[in-house]
């Protein structure tokens, strides 16, 4: 399969040289930023955005610097979990300027260019019904415009939350100059482990990008009243899954219905409520992936200005 710098003619659209330029102006872009980091999973509904969004929102509370790119174009959902869904974005001459969240965390959602919450993606053809040819490309392309047109600044990490699936962390590499590893997000079902698992291998094996570790949501929930805990998915599944791929097992975090209110009302769970034990879960999690990448506890990049 070609690629578009192995086109030699483009019958005069200009599509390869566009696509070099995009991709040397986000290089230039991320040139102050250390790590980027792609959160994925291959089954949707695991909580995968709902994850990176305490993971940043953690490290960033540490002194680290954050930003968050969401790549899932259709279903974009981190401007109402980071509480920036208000935003209205503004071009400069230096790039877009993303939202700037708690904690001074940077974050660029397709979400924030949608005039109404009701309003879906969709891009230009001669009709919708025959638009699915150019869905998946367009997705691509407007992934890769939000990461080489926003003004990210000097950032020590740069999480993009990918939209479910196997097969999106290879448009992920084909689009961002430098990957420093994935963070796999999965379910405690075996149902989750069978379809995760695809995406570790996709991840290893095929683009070659290290696997920080597997981190489990949805974990035993403990009930507020009497203090007893209680799985509500069989155990053992996500930590047999790591083991299985030679990966890091990050932890499992526990069900707590705070985690699901504080991101409707687009509030850091984490944050707001540190000493309970899905937040010291996800602390936990924040600061292996920290020691991975080989962040200082305390951002050598901080007070920097971009």
């Not at 230039?28 to 994925?40: E, I, T």
């Not at 100059?177 to 075996?190: A, C, E, H, Q």
């Not at 990966?247 to 209110?261: A, K, M, N």
């Not at 000493?275 to 992936?289: E, I, K, N, T």
Request: one cysteine or more; hydrophobic letters at 40%; aromatic letters at 6%.
């Amino acid at each position: 399969m070609k690629r578009y710098r192995d086109i030699a003619s483009d019958g005069g659209s200009d599509i390869a040289q566009q696509v070099a330029a995009q991709a040397q102006r986000a290089s230039a872009r991320l040139a102050q930023v250390h790590h980027v980091v792609a959160v994925m999973s291959g089954k949707g509904g695991v909580g995968k955005s709902t994850l990176t969004v305490n993971l940043a929102a953690v490290l960033a509370r540490k002194s680290h610097a954050v930003g968050i790119l969401d790549g899932d174009i259709n279903g974009g959902s981190v401007a109402k979990m980071m509480g920036v869904r208000a935003w209205t974005p503004r071009a400069t001459s230096q790039g877009m300027l993303p939202a700037e969240a708690e904690f001074g965390i940077r974050v660029m959602s397709i979400d924030l260019f949608l005039p109404q919450d009701a309003t879906p993606v969709l891009w230009r053809a001669p009709s919708q019904e025959g638009a699915y040819h150019w869905r998946t490309m367009m997705d691509v392309a407007a992934l890769r415009e939000m990461l080489s047109d926003t003004k990210w600044g000097a950032l020590d990490i740069l999480f993009i939350d990918l939209p479910p699936g196997a097969d999106k962390l290879p448009n992920a590499s084909d689009v961002v100059p430098k990957l420093s590893g994935t963070v796999v997000v999965t379910g405690p079902s075996d149902v989750s482990r069978l379809v995760v698992g695809r995406s570790m291998t996709m991840a290893r094996d095929v683009v070659h990008t290290p696997v920080i570790g597997l981190i489990e949501n949805m974990g035993p929930y403990t009930c507020s009243r009497c203090g007893h805990e209680e799985e509500l998915f069989p155990s053992g599944h996500a930590r047999r899954l790591a083991e299985e791929h030679d990966v890091e097992y990050l932890g499992c975090v526990p069900f707590d219905p705070r985690l699901s209110r504080a991101m409707d009302d687009g509030g850091l769970f984490a944050t707001r409520f540190p000493d309970r034990p899905a937040s010291r879960a996800l602390s936990s999690a924040a600061d292996r992936v920290a020691e991975f990448l080989g962040l200082l506890p305390q951002s050598s990049m901080n007070g920097h200005t971009s």
